[in-house]
């Protein structure tokens, strides 16, 4: 399971650098736009540079309408900018057939650029309660658009968090319709250290933390502390080591 830390600034950025063995994407989002705001391109680049050279950058390009030409623009933009993770969070699709016309846009405009960038389709837990497509969908615009991975997040950030909308049983759901179709599979929203167990149980690919990492769990007031960072990892690393036993003493 890889760990995604998403830092707000440049300045968190640094901190991010300072835990990087701890952790394998660093991502860029400016929170106040949103629950995948899109950062300004002087800031992805300027991250870029302030984080070691071999460690992948994700961007998101926002909480997205429908409208595929937009957000192809924006996906352009990110890619440029230095991004190799490019998340797309299908907030103003309504149905499964709006979401892979902009997924498709968004493909064609970061593999025509660099071929060997990630798109990442991303949705919603609750998505019950902004309208967009549901969470089960997206695997499967994910897969019919081209794009490298699916994801969910929570669109509303008031302290709910991504088991309170789809029960774990429903992220493994949505994990293995993933995987059936190649996918990587991407999971956030709020998510701490006693969620991990079940995060590696169900095979997720990526997790997604701010809060979990930040001084005081805030999100929002707290500061990415490395220290953090490099508990939260630990405790990652002992929740597989575990699996793995309980794998092999199983088989």
């Not at 997205?64 to 991004?83: D, E």
């Not at 919603?124 to 499967?140: K, S, T």
């Amino acid at each position: 399971m890889l760990l995604l830390i998403s830092p707000d600034s440049v300045e968190e950025a640094v901190d991010c650098a300072k835990a990087a063995e701890y952790l394998d994407i660093v991502d860029v989002k400016k929170p106040d736009e949103g629950s995948l705001g899109a950062n300004f391109p002087w800031v992805i680049r300027e991250i870029r540079e302030a984080v070691p050279a071999g460690k992948p950058v994700s961007a998101t390009v926002g909480d997205v309408p429908y409208k595929p030409g937009t957000v192809a623009q924006a996906a352009l933009g990110a890619v440029v900018s230095g991004a190799t993770y490019i998340k797309v969070g299908l907030y103003g699709c309504t149905t499964p057939e709006q979401g892979i016309e902009v997924m498709r846009a968004v493909v064609r405009a970061v593999k025509d650029y660099r071929p060997e960038a990630l798109v990442v389709a991303s949705g919603y837990a609750d998505a019950h309660r902004v309208g967009c497509v549901n969470p089960l969908a997206l695997p499967d615009i994910a897969a019919r658009s081209g794009a490298d991975a699916a994801m969910l997040d929570t669109a509303i950030k008031d302290g709910s968090r991504l088991f309170d909308h789809v029960p774990p049983d429903v992220c493994a759901e949505f994990v293995g319709l993933a995987h059936a179709s190649g996918l990587l599979a991407a999971l956030a929203g709020s998510v701490k250290q006693a969620d991990l167990a079940t995060l590696t149980r169900i095979g997720t690919d990526i997790v997604g933390v701010r809060g979990a990492v930040c001084e005081g769990g805030d999100r929002n007031a707290g500061r990415i502390q490395p220290h953090l960072v490099a508990a939260f990892r630990a405790e990652m690393d002992r929740h597989a080591r575990e699996f793995a036993a309980g794998v092999t003493l199983a088989g």
